[in-house]
């Protein structure tokens, strides 16, 4: 189900037999502070993007979904 904010970010939170406190969401480009190759919602700090723009991103996720602290972010690698 996509799901749009009054932020302007976007995500689709998936459909499934979770205990009420698991939670998961699928970040969309819509609605981020970077631009050129990495623009949109880019939330990775390891892609050449501008920092600020990653923290800033970061931290309209954090406030839009009204999380109680920073998710833990990995790199994904494709092999």
């Known amino acids: ?6 932020t302007g970010l976007e995500f689709i939170r998936p459909r499934w037999e979770a ?4 939670h998961a969401v699928v970040t969309a480009r819509a ?3 970077s631009r050129g190759a ?3 919602l880019n939330l ?3 892609v050449g993007d501008d920092p600020s723009a990653v ?4 931290a309209r996720l954090v406030e839009t979904l009204h999380l109680p602290s ?9 092999i």
């Open 1 to 6: 189900m996509a799901i749009a904010s009054n």
């Open 19 to 22: 205990p009420d406190h698991v």
């Open 31 to 33: 609605g981020g502070a």
């Open 38 to 40: 990495c623009s949109a």
């Open 44 to 46: 990775a700090d390891h």
């Open 55 to 58: 923290q800033l991103n970061r």
């Open 70 to 78: 920073a998710p833990r972010w990995l790199i994904q690698v494709h």
